[in-house]
């Protein structure tokens, strides 16, 4: 079952089910594999609305072994999902939704501090 609270997501791929998640080793695989220079280079490049093939591989397999299963990406690029490359699309995008997106966040069950809290708030 994955926990959506850390970004996890479930995908059939070879009609099978995975679970996915961009962990921060699997974003610093994206950032070197795709050439980007941070996290928002690397956000910039999946924002622009011009995903390559080479992108999704990358993504879905990433997204893989940051879900814990041991595929590298020539095994991943053989590997079909229902829908063809809308299919692949569709599962990249769910993972950097689930990656990126604030909303899933967990608000801060504690107060913020102050900073100099006066004698009668210790």
């Excluded at 599962?91 to 990656?99: H, N, P, R, S, V």
Aim: aromatic share 4%; charged share 20%; glycine share 10%.
């Amino acid at each position: 079952m994955v926990n959506k609270l850390r970004g996890e997501i479930a995908a059939s791929l070879d009609g099978k089910p995975w679970t996915l998640c961009l962990t921060l080793g699997a974003l610093a695989e994206l950032e070197e594999q795709l050439e980007a220079d941070d996290l928002s280079s690397l956000a910039a490049k999946f924002t622009s609305g011009k995903l390559s093939a080479k992108h999704l591989l990358a993504i879905i397999g990433a997204g893989l072994r940051g879900g814990g299963h041991n595929v590298n990406d020539s095994e991943v690029a053989e590997m079909r999902v229902e829908g063809g490359i809308t299919g692949y699309a569709r599962i990249a995008a769910e993972l950097l939704k689930a990656t990126f997106n604030t909303e899933q966040q967990p608000a801060n069950p504690l107060p913020p501090q102050e900073a100099n809290p006066s004698p009668g708030n210790r």
